[in-house]
């Protein structure tokens, strides 16, 4: 037994010299209870010297004084280590505890060795929850700026999932479904090429530490936008992408591109105008004053006359083409041309114009104009600009007549089922050679031919027309050979057509 004793006793020694040199604050308490076994008090017996010099006070100073009032004069604030020793009979685990003057924070725990003996040990952890709190301020900012910056930020792993993403109230509205997280970026709807682009950027992203950027168009039942997309790496298996909404800057970008455009294009065609002036309205004016004066002089045979007066009219002819052809491009360039749609006989307005072909055709040239009607009802016609349809026809057949030196030039429509009307210039001309077919509708542009280098022109008569056709619902379409012929062909849609019936078989 006296053995036994001994243990104890050095025992009971090497745990108060443990306690007593431990870092933890440490205070050793006696409880002093009722008959009933109720705790009554709680007294301080003895502190060790973490406890000491943590709290700033001494062992004497507290040694058989009650443990509250001790500890609420250390922590300048009340402090019930009844409801500690009560929580702890029941739970056994620590408490947290704020000492809200001392701005420190405690673990509290507890040890029972004997039924009237306590250790409460202070843990204190305030550098944990300092750090806690400094880490819950710093994601608080973050989030704020995030939240001020308008773009949306998504991290996709390298294989195309979504892993986390902050995107705005604001941006909902473009995003159509916000639970992307898990799906990949081949099934949030982008198309299976840009997929693949973006695909490729987040290796390419990954492996070379870059930030690559994609621009992408993204259909919401709110509209279309246009997205900027930039990523970069975050880590070696994971990108940041950040998406911006760029619609407002690029509609803005594409109108001032538009505007330049135009800008240019009117300059370009003042500056085309007046190197016309000098050229092209020059030489067909000298051959007028000129041919003229000798007509009115001289004596000639009556087959030469007939030349001179020829000549004459087709520069006369060429002239007034030009300034109409200006004038036209002009109107289409302020945008001030307005189609007035009403009923128009089409077989009236065909056989105006072959009438005033007819004449205007030089009798040095060996062409027969023909006139095709398909329908031969008097009444037949249908809703559309007749005057800009005479324009056209007479566009087009201006030019089969000055690219044309003999053989015929057919002006016709026919009746395409009795939905559309498909109107026709053919000639028997020099033709088109097929290099040139992608330039002959660009504004200024003429083909370099023997015809051209001694006729003047404008270049703009096929823009024209082709822009006229535009406007009353059609497509203006050509075939060429040269040598042979051209033929240029439009339909314009037979709406509240009257004098046609379409045989049903
Ligand atoms: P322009 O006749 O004033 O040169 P256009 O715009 O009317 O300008 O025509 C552009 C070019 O297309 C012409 O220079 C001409 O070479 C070619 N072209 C147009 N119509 C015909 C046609 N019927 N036959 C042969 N070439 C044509």
């Known amino acids: 037994i006296k053995k036994n004793q001994n243990q104890i006793v050095l025992f009971n020694q090497s745990i108060n010299k443990v306690l007593q040199d431990s870092g933890f604050s440490i205070a050793q308490i006696r409880a002093v209870r009722d008959e009933a076994g109720n705790i009554e008090q709680l007294i301080v017996e003895k502190v060790n010297n973490a406890f000491e010099s943590n709290f700033k006070i001494n062992l004497y100073e507290v040694q ?9 004069l250390i922590f300048k604030t009340k402090f019930d280590l009844n409801k500690y020793v009560l929580l702890y009979s029941k739970q ?30 202070f843990e204190d952890i305030s550098k944990t929850k300092n750090k806690i709190a400094e880490l819950e301020e710093s994601k608080r900012r973050y989030k704020v700026l995030l939240e001020a910056i308008p773009d949306i930020f998504f991290v996709i792993d390298k294989d195309g999932t979504y892993e986390d993403f902050v995107i705005k109230e604001s941006d909902l509205f473009k995003i159509e479904d916000a639970n992307i997280i898990g799906s990949t970026i081949f099934e949030v709807g982008f198309p299976e090429n840009m997929a693949e682009k973006i695909y490729s950027c ?38 940041i992408s950040i998406a911006r909404d760029i619609t407002k800057r690029k509609t803005a970008e594409f109108k001032l591109e538009k505007a330049l455009i135009r800008a240019e294009e009117s300059d370009k065609l003042k500056s085309a105008f007046l190197a016309n002036l000098s050229h092209e309205i020059r030489t067909p004016m000298n051959v007028i004053t000129n041919f003229s004066r000798i007509l009115a002089e001289s004596d000639l045979e009556p087959e030469e006359k007939l030349e001179l007066s020829d000549a004459i009219a087709i520069n006369g002819k060429q ?7 200006t004038i036209h491009l002009s109107k289409i360039e302020a945008q001030t041309i307005e189609v007035v749609n009403r009923f128009c006989n089409i077989n009236g307005l065909m056989r105006d114009a072959y009438n005033k072909y007819l004449i205007l055709i030089p009798d040095s040239k060996k062409i027969k104009l023909n006139l095709k009607i398909d329908v031969p009802n008097k009444e037949f016609g249908f809703e559309t600009d007749a005057s800009i349809l005479s324009e056209i026809l007479s566009l087009l057949v201006d030019n089969a007549v000055k690219y044309t030196l003999k053989g015929e ?21 020099i033709g088109i050679p097929e290099i040139e077919f992608e330039h002959i509708f660009d504004r200024f542009y003429r083909v370099q031919n023997h015809i051209n280098e001694s006729t003047s022109g404008s270049g703009l008569g096929l823009a024209i027309v082709q822009h006229y056709v535009a406007l009353l619902g059609g497509e203006l379409e050509f075939e060429s050979t040269p040598g042979k012929g051209s033929k240029f062909w439009f339909s314009l849609p037979f709406k509240n057509g009257k004098g046609f019936l379409a045989v049903v078989k």
């Open 64 to 72: 058989g004084q009650k443990a509250d009032y001790i500890f609420n």
């Open 92 to 121: 056994k685990k620590s408490h947290e505890f704020h000492a809200v003057v001392l701005e420190r924070w405690f673990n509290i725990h507890l040890m029972q060795p004997d039924y009237n003996k306590f250790y409460i040990i």
């Open 202 to 239: 987040i290796q390419t992203s990954i492996k070379t530490n870059s930030i690559e950027t994609i621009e992408y168009q993204m259909n919401t039942p709110n509209g279309t936008f246009l997205f900027e997309m930039r990523l970069t790496k975050l880590n070696a298996h994971s990108v």
């Open 319 to 325: 002239l007034l083409n030009m300034i109409d052809n």
């Open 409 to 429: 030039i057919n002006l016709s429509y026919e009746m395409i089922r009795n939905e559309w009307v498909k109107f026709g210039v053919s000639d028997t001309g």
